[in-house]
């Protein structure tokens, strides 16, 4: 008997001017019990953290965490389940986000956001 599946869908919206930030796979699917992962570049940012947003359908965003390329480990938001979460880094520009022993109620939108400091704004994909 096949597990129950969860969707993950990282978001994809377009900053003009400024920084894009280029989040991938645009969908994840994965069988409850599995690790999701999923990358986010930064672009051109090279010194930023990247931080992790989460939106249930009807939801407002809620934050995970932020990871940066010279700490040692993610900062979680207070309150957060830490235990199944984890962020890494690839180099100063790309970062990856993966979700241990996916529930059901895994199944979200998830955002990579970083600061623009050139543009003084936040950029999300």
């Not at 900053?15 to 992962?37: D, F, H, L, N, Y």
């Not at 957060?80 to 996916?102: E, G, K, M």
């Not at 955002?111 to 950029?123: G, I, L, M, P």
């Amino acid at each position: 008997m096949l597990g129950s599946l969860c969707t993950l869908i990282t978001a994809l919206t377009c900053v003009s001017g400024v920084t894009v930030v280029i989040q991938k796979p645009p969908v994840v699917m994965v069988r409850k019990g599995e690790t999701a992962t999923m990358d986010c570049n930064l672009g051109t940012v090279t010194d930023q953290s990247a931080r992790w947003y989460r939106q249930i359908p009807g939801g407002v965003p809620l934050y995970i965490l932020r990871v940066r390329h010279d700490w040692s480990s993610p900062k979680y938001d207070t309150g957060f389940p830490s235990s199944r979460h984890t962020a890494t880094h690839q180099s100063t520009s790309d970062y990856r986000l993966a979700i241990n022993n996916v529930e059901e109620g895994d199944s979200a939108v998830y955002y990579c956001q970083t600061w623009d400091d050139s543009a003084k704004e936040h950029v999300s994909r």
